[in-house]
């Protein structure tokens, strides 16, 4: 995941006044393991500026088999992994419509046990479950980082970036032996399979899996206002996989919403030493540089970073947003629009167009993106609530769809 104050994570500072930082995620993806790289310097971190984590983050936890799990494979389905072989077996187990019946949910990322108990995970959470019970079963498992356009979401004024992730379950040297098919391996992924097609991946070792959901774990937490954990999840990430740099940027966004921007900096620096085209390192070192009063250096980082990237995320929708404030309705349809068609899955940029046509008088289309808006929605609770606008839009006037 990611934010503005922009965090990195995978399908968004209030308290900063009058701008926004960038944070990246994962619920958020050629073929080589990522290098390894040396340990973080010691001065990136201050741990006397944080009390001790509700939770200590645990690298051990997050791919644990509860008891429910063990006996889910080893007794509820020991017959399918016996019978069609263990790839095929435990992936019909998880994912048919007839066994566990999992959903989606990017509400929070959880750990394969949480995952499980829940039957539903974002992205990252589901990949985690079943890789834990893969290995498991022995099976050897392979974590791939799928290319595609990063998602945006945001809280507040916080941002954040999501890209994907999916993994494949590989054989075993004894399955040949007892007639499993071994011919190829099986891909699991949580994307339609027209979204995914074609896209390249790159192979990640498990150590940057468990950095990824360490991280998300960090930025979840920074958006509820939880800077102890958000902290320890983050300087945890780093230490679990120090390549991956996504977590120094939700670490400066923590040091920065517990009011230490010169911290922030030097890890945003330690970034774009490493990626000097980072936007949301470049986005988010110009504001902090802002904060601290070196205006030169922060007007020529935003330079560059409106060479890299002229249109930020949401640039578009909160013009429109603008508009629909000043019942522009029409110039709101064209704006957001054009946001939709470089993120044509958001599920909050549908239904502020469902909004904009309301404001036109075509209840059509306003059924129509509204719909678009509950299909791409990733909670539950936004499910409901695009639901409940659905079977009321015939009678519904502008200000009432707007609350």
């Known amino acids: 995941m990611n934010a503005s104050e922009r965090l990195h994570v995978r399908p968004g500072l209030a308290a900063l006044t009058g701008w926004v930082m960038f944070v990246a995620m994962l619920g958020l993806g050629g073929c080589t393991v990522a290098p390894v790289v040396p340990p973080p310097p010691a001065h990136l971190f201050d741990d006397t500026l944080f009390a001790a984590p509700s939770e200590p983050p645990r690298a051990d936890a997050i791919f644990a088999l509860s008891d429910a799990m063990k006996r889910y494979v080893e007794q509820d389905i020991a017959g399918p992994l016996r019978s069609k072989g263990p790839q095929r077996g435990l992936l019909e187990a998880l994912y048919s419509k007839g ?133 320890a999840w983050g300087r945890e990430a780093i230490r679990q996989s120090p390549a991956f740099l996504s977590a120094y940027n939700t670490l400066a966004v923590t040091y920065l919403r517990r ?10 620096r330690h970034v774009l030493q490493r990626e000097p085209d980072n936007t949301i390192a470049l986005s988010n070192l110009a504001r902090t540089l802002g904060e601290l009063g070196q205006v030169t250096e922060a007007a020529q980082l935003a330079q560059r970073l409106n060479k890299v990237e002229p249109h930020p995320p949401f640039h578009f929708f ?49 059924r129509r993106h509204l719909i678009l808006a509950k299909e791409n929605s990733t909670t539950f609770d936004d499910k409901a609530l695009y639901s409940a606008k659905l079977e009321r839009i015939n009678a519904l006037r502008l200000p009432t769809i707007m609350r």
């Open 259 to 268: 009011g230490h921007p010169q911290h922030a900096a030097q890890l945003l």
């Open 318 to 366: 909160d013009l429109g947003l603008a508009a629909l404030q000043a019942g522009q309705f029409e110039s709101a349809r064209e704006l957001i629009g054009k946001e939709i068609k470089r993120a044509a899955y958001h599920h909050e940029f549908h239904f502020w167009l469902a909004v904009a046509n309301i404001g036109l008088g075509d209840k059509s289309a306003a």
């Open 99 to 231: 066994q566990l019946k999992l959903d989606y949910d990017s509400v929070r990322t959880r750990n394969a046990a949480e995952a499980f108990e829940a039957r539903s995970g974002n992205c990252l959470s589901l990949v985690i479950m079943t890789a834990a019970f893969a290995k498991h079963l022995g099976l050897p498992v392979r974590y791939q980082s799928v290319y595609t356009d990063a998602t945006w979401t945001r809280s507040g004024n916080l941002y954040f970036s999501s890209n994907h992730v999916n993994l494949a379950l590989e054989h075993r040297a004894t399955d040949a032996r007892v007639g499993v098919d071994t011919d190829r391996a099986w891909t699991v992924d949580f994307l339609p399979p027209e979204d995914v097609r074609g896209q390249r991946t790159r192979v990640i070792s498990e150590a940057t899996v468990v950095a990824m959901y360490m991280n998300n774990r960090a930025a979840e937490a920074l958006a509820g206002g939880q800077l102890n954990d958000a902290y």
